[in-house]
């Protein structure tokens, strides 16, 4: 059920990578950033898209 909610935001929001497995997809903090956005309706600031290591994160 979490993983349609959270995916039918990032497909509103045009993001083309969807959430398969929850605990693995969100670990970097990017989809988790990006549903967050769409769903408060904000721009979150400092957001690393592309994290190369675990301090980008």
């Known amino acids: ?3 349609d909610w959270a995916n039918h ?3 509103k929001s045009g993001h083309k990578r ?5 605990q693995q997809d969100v670990t970097d903090g990017v989809l988790l ?3 967050i ?3 408060a ?3 979150i600031e ?4 592309c994290p190369k ?5």
């Open 18 to 22: 969807l959430i398969k497995d929850l």
């Open 1 to 3: 059920i979490y993983t």
């Open 46 to 49: 400092d957001i690393n898209g």
């Open 33 to 35: 950033a990006e549903i």
């Open 41 to 43: 309706n904000e721009k």
């Open 37 to 39: 956005q769409v769903v």
């Open 9 to 11: 935001y990032l497909a």
């Open 53 to 57: 290591n675990r301090s980008q994160m």
